[in-house]
């Protein structure tokens, strides 16, 4: 069992940057694939990136593929999602989540914890 808190959102201008984080509690962090998905108003939840256990590997959809950057902190129990180059569609609540799956795992009903979520607005 993991326990999930997002931080970091905010209001940006666009091509601007911001640095999401998540923080998970339990002792089993290390052993789950990390992910950050997001909701944008009327639209469903859709998958951003993932990571594997280790940290070594990372997957991205391609609309963020060169623009954010997601890491693992696994002795601070940690997750992070730097986004640079933000554009105006990047806007959306942003969550964090941990699946049992490998690292291509983009269904949401994979992923079996979840952080309640921190919205970010990119201004034009």
């Known amino acids: 069992q993991v326990q999930l808190v997002d931080t970091g959102g905010g209001l940006v201008q666009a091509g601007g940057s911001l640095r999401l984080s998540c923080a998970a509690s339990?002792?089993?962090?290390?052993?789950?694939?990390m992910g950050w998905f997001r909701q944008a108003p009327g639209k469903e939840r859709e998958f951003v990136s993932t990571?594997?256990?280790?940290?070594?590997?990372?997957y991205y959809t391609d609309s963020v593929k060169g623009r954010f950057t997601i890491s693992r902190d696994n002795a601070k129990n940690m997750v992070y999602l730097q986004m640079d180059s933000l554009k105006p569609e990047d806007t959306a609540v942003y969550y964090c989540?941990?699946?049992?799956?490998?690292?291509?795992?983009?269904?949401?009903?994979?992923?079996?914890?979840w952080g309640q979520g921190t919205p970010v607005t990119v201004s034009s």
């Open positions: 989540a941990a699946t049992r799956g490998p690292l291509t795992t983009t269904e949401r009903s994979m992923f079996l914890h």
């Open positions: 990571i594997s256990m280790s940290g070594g590997s990372t």
């Open positions: 339990g002792r089993s962090f290390s052993t789950y694939t």
